[in-house]
């Protein structure tokens, strides 16, 4: 979560409350950072926090975000009716313990976990908080192998690409982790086999392949990286396993793209994760973690709590939180089915493969992907056009769309793009009002280049 500072500046004095909104002698301004001293009715403190959040972007024109902007009723109301649930407390919900453990297993199958009793994971509050936990796992096994060898083991390090989302970097900062990122160079903007096998060493706990880059939607080559570990092994060298975040592509490829070996169909592969709020089409937040088999998940980290009455096995960073996003995940894998999932991730792609196209025939703009992985892609501005992808991005917001633009990762700073997330609830209608709308843009900043620099602008993280 975002940090706050605290602060005591004037315009934090108060929010100030339309009269039409209160009756006589009621309270016409409201404390923005200090407690109020009394109450305030129902239906005024409603109106004061939804009038402030109408200055919110609209979600479903937020093709920044890879997380769900849009559900069924049927789904909403599932999450209304469940959202006072612990899905921590197993005891007291065990129906929702239930479903989170069915959730579990249909992941399992469909990342085809080996054996019929193969497979061991949870949800989480988000893919971070997977990622996390995976790895904490690799880091703990490379301990204990170490360990039972008489071996050293102050100095463990995760070997990924420079591209990997934010998480790693906190796993890494947090856990007392070297971080081995892969810069990119040229036109390779992600992990390949040939660039992590020479930062792979000894103290190296595991690879993280990325299924489905936040910088551009592309996948990482994850099964010609475990076959160079594969290889490096056999000839004498370490034995290391690989961590698949397929945050987004988890919930992608097993549908749209069944033929991509990525999965536990690699023997190297250990961990997965996902993300349930993103391509798994719930809104946020829920995550979901599983291991190839209860050997890839050190009992050591695994508490068992006596709590309200029950002993339950936890493995998570969070303890108490709702349950209702779990529901809510169970609903959709029970309500679409393989055939369903297909058809929704396959209208994405689709989408994002014709809004691609049509960019690329606009002229000032070059695609660096086209949404032929995830349904997602990133394209620059024609230096010579005399805007940049900032202003391009500033454009749009005029007319309601959040369309990102940020620099590439070391080595590549220098390259600034605009990337589209084509997610569930974003139609072909709309894409082509944003390419009429991109098209009047581009009109207009190539008649009047802007004249105000954006060298502020920082590297976008989602």
Not at 12 to 30: C, F, K, L, Q, S
Not at 139 to 164: D, E, F, H, Y
Not at 197 to 217: K, R
Not at 288 to 315: A, C, H, K, Q
């Amino acid at each position: 979560m975002p940090l706050h500072h605290r602060s005591l500046d004037a315009a934090d004095a108060t929010v100030e409350i339309n009269p039409m909104y209160t009756r006589h002698g009621e309270t016409r301004t409201v404390p923005k950072l200090h407690l109020p001293q009394n109450e305030l009715p129902p239906d005024l403190a409603y109106q004061i926090v939804h009038d402030e959040l109408m200055l919110d972007g609209n979600a479903r024109l937020n093709l920044a975000t890879f997380v769900t902007t849009w559900m069924e009723p049927q789904a909403q109301r599932l999450m209304d009716e469940s959202v006072d649930k612990n899905v921590i407390d197993k005891d007291e919900y065990p129906q929702t313990a239930e479903l989170e453990r069915r959730c579990v297993h249909m992941l399992a199958g469909l990342w085809h976990v080996p054996g019929p009793h193969g497979g061991v994971g949870c949800s989480t509050t988000g893919s971070s908080e997977a990622a996390m936990l995976a790895g904490l796992a690799l880091k703990w096994r490379w301990r204990m192998r170490r360990s039972a060898a008489a071996l050293p083991v102050g100095k463990p390090n995760l070997v990924m690409g420079i591209n990997v989302q934010v998480c790693w970097e906190k796993f890494c900062r947090y856990w007392d982790v070297e971080p081995r990122y892969v810069p990119m160079e040229g036109e390779r903007r992600h992990l390949t086999a040939e660039t992590a096998i020479p930062l792979c060493d000894e103290n190296t706990i595991g690879v993280v392949a990325v299924l489905g880059s936040t910088q551009d939607g592309s996948y990482e080559p994850v099964a010609a990286i475990a076959a160079a570990l594969q290889q490096l092994a056999a000839s004498g060298g370490p034995d290391i396993p690989v961590h698949v975040d397929a945050a987004s592509g988890g919930f992608i490829a097993p549908f749209i793209q069944p033929d991509l070996v990525w999965d536990f169909r690699l023997d190297r592969v250990v961990s997965i994760n996902t993300s349930g709020h993103k391509y798994g089409l719930v809104y946020p937040g829920v995550g979901w973690v599983v291991w190839r088999d209860r050997e890839s998940l050190p009992e050591d980290l695994i508490f068992n709590v006596n709590y309200l009455g029950g002993s339950m096995p936890t493995f998570a960073l969070n303890f108490s939180r709702s349950g209702s996003n779990v529901i809510a995940q169970y609903y959709q894998l029970i309500r679409l089915g393989f055939e369903g999932y297909r058809r929704v991730q396959q209208a994405c792609q689709d989408t994002a493969l014709h809004l691609s196209s049509q960019i690329a025939k606009l002229g000032p703009f070059r695609l660096l992907t086209d949404g032929s992985d995830l349904p997602v892609f990133a394209f620059t501005v024609d230096p010579d056009a005399g805007y940049s992808v900032y202003d391009v991005s500033d454009a749009l917001r005029k007319r309601g769309w959040q369309v990102p633009a940020y620099t590439l990762c070391a080595n590549l700073e220098t390259t600034s793009v605009l990337r589209v997330v084509v997610r569930n609830g974003f139609s072909r209608d709309l894409s082509d009002l944003l390419v009429d709308d991109l098209k009047r843009e581009v009109g207009l900043l190539r008649h009047h280049a802007p004249s105000q620099s954006h060298a502020d602008r920082q590297r976008f993280h989602h």
